[in-house]
C-alpha cells in the first residue's frame, strides 16, 4: 500500500511541477504581452489588437495551473493554531477531516467546470475582441482541478494510513522515521 | 429555517471548519456549495461554483496579481534585496540603532518590490538577523525589527493584498496602490522613531556601528537602482495615467527580470522563482475561489443586506460602529490569517461599511494596516511565526517580546489613517 501510495505521489508530483512551470512560463507571458502593449501604444502608437483578450485567457493558466503544485506544498492558507498541538491519531483523525472536506469541495468544482466546459464548446463562446475560445482556457482550469482532487485524494488516503499506524514514516507528508524505530513504536 | 439564519448558521460552520485546520479556500467553498445547494438546489450549486474558477482568473484586472508576485520573489532569488540591505546598511548605519535603522529601510525597499510580508520577513531574517546578532544586538529586538519591517511590503506598492481587497469590493486598485504609499512611509518613520527611542533608553540592545567611507557610500547605490525604478515605473505610471496597474506591473517585472539577468541569475535560481511565484499566486486564487463561492451563498441568504442595514439604524455614532470594526479586526487579526480574515469578513462588513458613508479606497488602508497588526501581534502573528521556523533557537516568545514596543507605534499609525483621511487619500484625489 506505501509503495503504491509513494509510487503515484511521484508520479504526481511530476506531472504538478510541469503544470506549475508552464503556469510560470505563463505568467512570464504575460509581462512580455503587456510590455509590448505599453512599448506599441507609446512609441508606435500601435496597441497590440486584442491584448486584453490575450492577459485575460492567459490569466486561467496562469492562476489555476500551480494549484495541484501548491496543494503538494502544502501551500493553502489554514489555521493551525489548534490542530498543530495534535500529536499521533488526534492530528491524523484532524487531517482525514481536512482532505475529505476538501476532496468534496474540489470534486463539486471539478464536476461544475466540466458542465461549464461543455457549454462553452457547444456554445462556441469566445473573448469579445479578437474571439478566442473560452474553451481552451476553462479546460485548462478543469484539469488542474482534476490534478488537485488527485492529489486531494492521495493525502485523504495517506492520513488514514497514518490514522491506522501513526507513527509510520510518510513520504507524502515529509515524515521519515528509521523503520525499526516505526515498527517498535506501532508495536508498543 | 429562514434564510437569514441559514447564513449565520454558514457563517458558524465555515468558523469551525477554520479552526479545526481546514485551508480556508476549502472551507469557504465546502460551506458556499452546501449552502447554495440548501437554499436552491444540488445542481445550482454545482453550476454556479463551477463557474466561478474561471470567472475569477481569467480577467485582465487580476493579471496584476502573479506580475506583482513575481517581481518579489525575482528580486528576491537574483539577491537585489542583499544589494538594497547592503546599501542601506552603509548609508544609516551609524544612527542610534544603526542596522535596525538600516533593516527598516531594506524592508522599505523589498515591500517596494514585493506584496507579501511574509516573504520579506523570511528574506531579512536570513539576512540581516545574523547580522545584527553579529554586531552585538539583542536578539529579542533584533527579531521583533525583522517581523515589524515585514509588514511594509503590504501597505507600499505592490501589495498583493490592496490587490485582492479592491478586486472583491470592486473599488480602483489604481487609486489603492497610490492610497498605501503615504501611510507606507509614515509606517517606516514611525517604525524609526520607535527603534531610536528605545535604542536611546536602552543603548545595550544595539551597539553603535564603525563609520563608512562616503565612496563606499556613493558606490552601494547604482545597486539599488533597480528597487527605485520599480517604485518609480508603479507610481509614476498609475499616477500619471500612462499605464493600468497590470502594464505597470509587467514592466516593473521586466526590469527586474533584466536586473537579475545583469546579476547573471542562474536558470535553476530563475526556475525556483517561477514555482514560489506560482505557488504563492495559486495559493491567493484558491482562496478567491473559496470564498467567491461562500460570497455568493451568503448573498442567496440576504445576510450582508440584512447586516448593513441593521448597522445603519444603531442609535450610535458612526464612529463607533467603526471603532468595534477595528476592534474586532484586531482581536480577529490575533488567530486568522491576513487573506483569509479579509476575505471572510468583507462581504458582510463593507456594505455597512458604504451604508455608512465611509470611503472605500480609505477603508482598504485601515483594512491591510488592521490586518499587518495582526500578523505581529500573538497567539498567531505569521511574521513572527516565519521567523521562528527560520531560526528555531530564538523563542517565538522573544520574537513577540521585541516587536511589542512597535505596537505602540502601530497605534500611533491607525490613529492617523482614522482621523486624516483625506491624507490617505491625497494621492488617489491629485490623480483624479
Known sequence: MQALIEAIHKILGFIERSFGLVAGLVIMGLMVVVCAEVVGRSAFNHPIRGSIDIVSQMMAIAAAGGIPYTQSKF?????????????????????????????????????????????????????????????????????????????????????????????????????????????????? | MDPITIGYLGIAALVLLVILGVPVAFASAFVGIVGISYIRNPSVGEGLAGMIPFANSASYSLSVL????????????????????DAARKWVGRAPGGLATATIFASAGFAAVSGASTASTAVFTRLALPEMEKRGYDRAFAAGVV???????????????????????????????????????????????????????????????????????IRALPQVAGVFSVVGVILVGIYMGWMTPTESAGVAT?????????????????????????????????????????????????????????????????????????????LLGMILDGLGMMLLTLPVVFPSIVALGYDPVWFGILLVKLIEVGVVTPPVGLNCYVVNGIRPDIPLESVFKGVAPFLLGEIVIIGVIVAFPDLILLLPNLMN
Open chain 2, 254 to 330: 521586466a526590469i527586474i527580470l533584466l536586473m537579475a539577468m545583469r546579476k547573471r541569475m542562474k536558470l535553476k535560481e530563475f526556475g525556483h522563482g517561477l514555482l514560489d511565484t506560482v505557488q504563492t499566486t495559486a495559493m491567493i486564487f484558491m482562496v478567491i475561489w473559496g470564498v467567491m463561492v461562500f460570497v455568493r451563498f451568503l448573498a442567496f441568504t440576504g445576510l450582508p443586506a440584512s447586516v448593513a442595514d441593521s448597522v445603519t439604524h444603531l442609535d450610535v455614532p458612526r464612529w463607533v460602529i467603526l471603532a468595534a470594526i477595528i476592534v474586532m479586526y484586531l
Open chain 2, 147 to 217: 517581523a515589524v519591517g515585514g509588514t511594509l511590503a503590504a501597505l507600499i506598492p505592490p501589495s498583493a493584498l490592496l490587490v485582492i481587497y479592491g478586486i472583491i469590493v470592486e473599488t480602483s486598485v489604481a487609486q489603492l496602490l497610490l492610497a498605501g504609499f503615504l501611510p507606507g512611509i509614515l509606517s517606516v518613520v514611525v517604525y524609526l522613531l520607535v527603534i531610536t527611542v528605545v535604542v536611546k533608553l536602552r543603548p545595550g540592545l544595539a551597539p553603535i556601528e564603525p563609520a563608512v567611507p562616503m565612496i563606499e557610500k
Open chain 1, 75 to 188: 501551500g493553502n492558507v489554514r489555521m493551525t493554531i489548534l490542530t498543530g498541538r495534535l500529536e499521533n491519531r488526534p492530528r491524523w483523525l484532524a487531517e482525514v477531516l481536512t482532505y475529505a472536506v476538501a476532496a468534496w469541495a474540489v470534486w463539486v468544482l471539478m464536476q461544475g467546470s466540466t458542465g461549464f466546459l461543455e457549454r462553452a464548446w457547444r456554445s462556441g463562446a469566445d473573448t469579445a475582441e479578437i474571439h478566442i475560445p473560452t474553451w481552451i482556457g476553462i479546460s485548462f482550469v478543469t484539469v488542474s482541478l482534476s490534478l488537485l482532487l488527485a492529489r486531494l485524494v492521495l493525502q485523504l488516503i495517506e492520513s488514514l494510513r497514518l490514522l491506522a499506524r501513526p507513527r509510520a514514516s510518510s513520504l507524502v507528508f515529509g515524515i521519515t522515521r528509521p523503520a525499526t524505530a516505526a515498527l517498535n513504536a506501532d508495536k508498543g
Open chain 2, 66 to 85: 502573479p506580475l506583482f508576485v513575481a517581481i518579489g520573489f525575482l528580486a528576491m532569488h537574483a539577491g537585489i534585496t542583499t544589494s538594497a540591505y
